[in-house]
């Protein structure tokens, strides 16, 4: 204060009488120029020293906290960085992004991941939505855009699957999910999307579609070959049951078109002499060949082998192919058992592709079938006709006599109309077989036998009763009319000539003994023996004459 300054105020602290220690703040002041007066001013500083310690607390507190604060935002950060990179490289991983349109400015923005999607550099895409569609195939584009304004106008659910073509020509799949956002009066404001490229699961769907349709094909193909085989066993059944060619050529014929669908077809059986086929059965209107044509007329059976034309190849068609019915396709197929050729089968189609391969080896099984079916059916007639013929005179024999005549009169018996019996015997036989051998008398037997087969009906049955003694079945003839049958062949019989070592043989006749169901018997033992009794009295008459047995005569 001697330079007439006022101090400035300090801190020190007073001693109370208890001893204890406070705080004050001293401030010293002149009030006179002369500075005789002075005033001193001391002020109790506890409360202010206790107010600051908790502000300096309160700061410390604060810096702390703040100072956690900023960890706790720095260490945020970091994680939500972390997350926003795994988040993309999850998205680059998957093959998806996200996109985020503005209906207000109609600006789209997409993410990076969904750029490389797209096929397009990290933030080249400019936000264009018209540009957008052009990506899109176009077959595609209406669909989505349809369904993106059903979700925005209707709520409907932004949910589908299409195709876009990358800036490479490419073309790639997408699936593609989005929310409408709104506000609280419910105006949509943006629409938040994702993409996710499902490429390979197209592929592999394709790839699965078409293992279907492949296991779904084989699966018809099984089922068509278990029906064919099930065709395969019922025509062999019906085979087996055959006892004709015919009967069998039948089968084929009723049986065999559901294996060759859209298919004409025919089977033509060889003649004994080899030289012609002739058509026995056909199926499907019209049958494309000859009925009949020769062997030289046909490359299968002219190679011995199955003959196949397509539809480029018109110029291998055989010669028996009907000009004026060329088909697209034929197919012809000797029918060979046992190394004989015995017939054809022949196939022929109007349509394209209706004989392949499969086709024409399920054709040789069947052929194949027919083929050892017509072996065994010629074998059995051959082995049927041995024993139910004469090998001399080739007629019936005397098992099939009896067996065939329990059947006329049964048949004659059902219908009301009555039977002729002839019994004939050559007259003097014993005597060419002395004069001429008996190489003659075998001569003689078996040119009756012939002479007999070609003046009798198809109805009529001839048979060797035993040594020269032949019987003739006339079914449907009265008595009046066998008698003039046996008549007309003992003329014949009587004009017969026959050369034997240069010499004409000429005095052959034959005596005949006549009777008939109902007039001399009911039973067929009966009838013969009255039969023969007449034939009997024919000879004892002076032979060469017929005898008609008396309505009353006991045997």
Known sequence: MQNHETPEPWQKEYCRKDGSRIPVLVGVASIDVKLKYTVCIVVDMTEQQETLHQYQVTEAKLAELNAQLEQRILERTQYLQENEERLKLAFNAANMGYWDLDLLTNGIVWSESLEQMMGLKPGTFDGDLEKVAQMMHPDDRGPVLEALEQSIHNNQPYDLEFRFIKPDGSLRW????????????????RVIGVD??????????????????ALEERLDELKQRNAEMLILSGITDYLQSCFTVKDACGVISALAQPLFPDCHGGIFILSPQHNYLERVTFWGNPLCSDDVFTPLDCWALRRGRSHGVNQAQHALFCNHVNDQHLPLA????????QGETLGLLFLST??????PDIRRQLAKTVAEQLGLAIANLKLREQLEEQSLRDPLTKLFNRRYLEQCLTQE???AKRHRHSVGILMIDVDHFKHFNDSLGHKAGDLILASIGTLLKNNIRTSDVACRYGGEEITIILPDTTLQEASQKAEFLRQAIAEMKIEYSGKIVNSITASFGVACYPDHGETGQEIIQIADKALYDA?????????????????
């Not at 699936?175 to 419910?186: E, K, L």
Request: aromatic share 2%; charged share 30%; proline share 4%.
């Open 409 to 411: 009169l049964a048949r």
């Open 174 to 189: 997408a699936a593609s999910q989005a929310i409408v956002i709104r506000d609280q009066n419910n105006v949509p404001l």
């Open 330 to 337: 034929s197919l012809c197929i000797p029918l060979i058992a």
């Open 350 to 355: 109007f349509k394209e592709e209706v004989l």
């Open 196 to 213: 996710v490229d499902i490429t390979r699961r197209k592929q592999f769907e394709e790839e699965l579609r078409k293992v279907n349709q």
């Open 539 to 555: 000879k004892q008459a002076g032979r060469n004459r017929v005898i008609v047995a008396p309505k009353e005569v006991s045997i």
